[in-house]
């Protein structure tokens, strides 16, 4: 018991005490310190820029761009040209000008030709492929195949697609629920849907 006691302080102690870095500059030069005054390194950086929403700092040394936490943990080298901030778990960069989008490791999550990308939460991505919208896993499969004019998440765990002007959902899973054919769609409380074509209402249940 005095085990278990032992080990819980251990790790609240660990967490209330974890240090952050904050920037500060001096001259020309960018450092990151601790509350502690300790530095994250002792080289000087050539800038840095805090997101603090996403829990990290993209810094520039030299020519090359890279990816700290905030507790100081080095996510991405400086060996990109450029990078993108998405949401707290995905990033584009940019490498050789040939841009990819990846998690805040540096992992590739989608290289392919694309012209617009966007995180819905720490799981998921849009990503606009030859004009048209889809929805990738964080390992870089496709939930929702890029075949919408737009693509928007509910927060009631489905997706709403538009398709030449008609709408549709899809599930979570990427499993179609109601073809992309409707004037109209409305969620109902308890999870069904009301759909409207050609001027006449229809209904059916979350699983379509």
Same mark, same amino acid.
């Given at each position: 018991?005095?085990?278990?006691?032992?080990?819980?302080?251990?790790?609240?102690?660990?967490?209330?005490?974890?240090?952050?870095? #904050?920037?500060?500059?001096?001259?020309?030069?960018?450092?990151?310190?601790?509350?502690?005054? &300790?530095?994250?390194?002792?080289?000087?950086?050539?800038?840095?820029?805090?997101?603090?929403?996403?829990?990290?700092?993209?810094?520039?040394?030299?020519?090359?761009?890279?990816?700290?936490?905030?507790?100081?943990?080095?996510?991405?080298?400086?060996?990109?040209?450029?990078?993108?901030?998405?949401?707290?778990?995905?990033?584009?960069?940019?490498?050789?000008?040939?841009?990819?989008?990846?998690?805040?490791?540096?992992?590739?999550?989608?290289?392919?030709?694309?012209?617009?990308?966007?995180?819905?939460? &720490?799981?998921?991505?849009?990503?606009?492929?030859?004009?048209?919208?889809?929805?990738?896993?964080? #390992?870089?499969? #496709?939930?929702?195949?890029?075949?919408?004019?737009?693509?928007?998440?509910?927060?009631?765990?489905?997706?709403?697609?538009?398709?030449?002007?008609?709408?549709?959902?899809?599930?979570?899973?990427?499993?179609?629920?109601?073809?992309?054919?409707?004037?109209?769609?409305? #969620?109902?409380?308890?999870?069904?849907?009301?759909?409207?074509?050609?001027?006449?209402?229809?209904?059916?249940?979350?699983?379509?």
């Amino acid at each position: 018991m005095r085990l278990f006691w032992f080990l819980l302080f251990s790790i609240l102690f660990t967490d209330l005490t974890a240090q952050v870095y #904050f920037p500060v500059k001096k001259g020309a030069d960018w450092f990151l310190v601790n509350e502690e005054g &300790s530095f994250w390194e002792k080289d000087s950086l050539d800038a840095v820029h805090l997101y603090d929403s996403f829990g990290y700092f993209i810094f520039q040394k030299a020519d090359k761009v890279g990816l700290i936490s905030r507790d100081g943990e080095l996510l991405i080298p400086a060996n990109k040209t450029d990078i993108r901030p998405l949401n707290e778990a995905f990033v584009e960069f940019s490498e050789n000008s040939e841009w990819s989008v990846g998690d805040i490791e540096g992992n590739v999550i989608y290289k392919d030709d694309y012209q617009a990308v966007s995180a819905i939460d &720490s799981d998921r991505i849009k990503v606009k492929v030859n004009n048209k919208w889809g929805c990738l896993d964080k #390992f870089g499969g #496709f939930i929702v195949r890029p075949d919408y004019d737009l693509i928007d998440w509910d927060k009631d765990g489905f997706y709403i697609v538009q398709q030449n002007s008609k709408l549709g959902v899809i599930s979570e899973a990427g499993k179609e629920i109601l073809q992309a054919d409707y004037d109209e769609i409305i #969620f109902l409380v308890d999870n069904g849907f009301a759909f409207r074509k050609d001027g006449l209402w229809g209904f059916c249940n979350a699983s379509g």
